[in-house]
């Protein structure tokens, strides 16, 4: 009876332990959201009446429309980028014995532990002797190395799980590596490129500090014009941008779940 007592305890507070956990992640975004709707002029919480007026102002804002559609195309080309050098390294890194690889392996994810700050002045460096500061192309060139380890970790989890059996048993039947990574390999690891292209996606499309150094003119992305736009203005409108932020990441974390077929915490 007393055992259980205690673990009738133990499950009601783990529930609670979750609970107290999602809460604390919603209400953030909950807050913006909540703030964005606000009839006032300021931004507050509980919002001043109900409105829509904000969504209108942040849709007619040119410098955060143009913001976000150069994050969105950015965001894209990233994850295109980063999907296929990331893939073709973590194969590599999976398949293959070399001289290095370990260093090969430690140098590719050593953005996750290279200041974020430190590295966006060592390549805003680098692009200037590259000549390439200042262009979209160096800009890519950023985001593409920062969202290259969330890729590369994420793939090689997933290769390690991937079961060569049937990639053995294709080639076995004289199928060539070509088709086997067609019909074998892609769609076995299908819900991991998925989660992969979750990971690119998202940390470039929110990147700030990388962006802050490498973006210049009409080239700035939405994340470094909602800085800017703070540190001058405080009213409803940077909640309204938010809460799109916050859909846009939303919907492509769920729209990817449902195209892979499985959770992607899972």
Not at 19 to 42: C, D, K, N, R
Not at 73 to 83: F, G, I, N, Y
Not at 95 to 121: D, K
Request: glycine letters at 6%.
């Amino acid at each position: 009876m007393a055992i259980n007592t205690a673990d009738r305890l133990l499950g009601v507070g783990g529930y609670a332990v979750r609970a107290l956990v999602y809460l604390m992640l919603i209400m953030p975004a909950a807050i913006v959201i909540g703030s964005s709707f606000t009839a006032g002029e300021i931004l507050q919480f509980p919002p001043a009446g109900v409105s829509g007026r904000w969504y209108v102002e942040a849709y007619n804002n040119a410098a955060f429309r143009a913001s976000l559609l150069l994050s969105l195309q950015l965001a894209a080309m990233v994850t295109s980028c980063s999907l296929v050098v990331g893939f073709c390294a973590a194969f590599a890194l999976d398949r293959y014995s070399f001289r290095g690889r370990e260093a090969f392996r430690a140098l590719l994810l050593s953005p996750l532990v290279i200041p974020a700050v430190i590295m966006g002045l060592a390549l805003l460096q680098f692009l200037v002797w590259t000549k390439l500061n200042r262009t979209i192309l160096g800009l890519l060139i950023g985001h593409v190395i920062v969202t290259l380890p969330y890729v590369v970790r994420t793939l090689s989890a997933g290769m390690t799980l991937f079961d060569r059996n049937v990639e053995q048993a294709a080639m076995s039947l004289r199928a060539s590596p070509l088709r086997v990574l067609r019909t074998i390999i892609l769609p076995l690891l299908r819900p991991t490129i998925l989660s992969a292209v979750v990971f690119a996606f998202v940390t470039s499309f929110g990147n700030v500090t990388l962006s802050v150094f490498l973006g210049f003119g009409e080239y700035v992305t939405l994340p470094v014009q909602i800085f800017s736009y703070v540190e001058h203005n405080y009213d409803p409108l940077i909640a309204a941008v938010s809460s799109v932020v916050i859909v846009i990441t939303v919907t492509t974390i769920v729209l990817v779940e449902r195209i892979s077929g499985v959770g992607i915490a899972k």
